[in-house]
């Protein structure tokens, strides 16, 4: 499991919104609707702050669906 917060791993929520602006292929800096609107980022982060049971939190940001893992492995896909 990534310990994000002992190390140099990034926050599950910076992850999210790296990749969404990366499919989108624009500037982090870019995206409008700031991710705290489509789901809590403090508890986001908080579920992967240490060893735990497999989780996978799911949502939809941006016209994607949003996967992130217990390993914070982020995955897209297109919200139809």
């Known amino acids: 499991m990534s310990e994000y917060g002992t190390s140099t791993e990034p926050a599950p929520s910076t992850k999210v919104f790296e990749a969404v602006a990366d499919e989108l292929d624009v500037d982090p800096t870019e995206l409008e609707t700031p991710l705290a609107e489509a789901i809590d980022t403090d508890a986001l982060d908080n579920l992967f702050k240490g060893p735990g049971d497999s989780v996978v939190i799911s949502f ?19 919200d139809s």
């Open 60 to 78: 939809t940001y941006y016209g994607y669906r949003v996967a992130v893992d217990e390993d914070g492995n982020v995955t897209l896909t297109e």
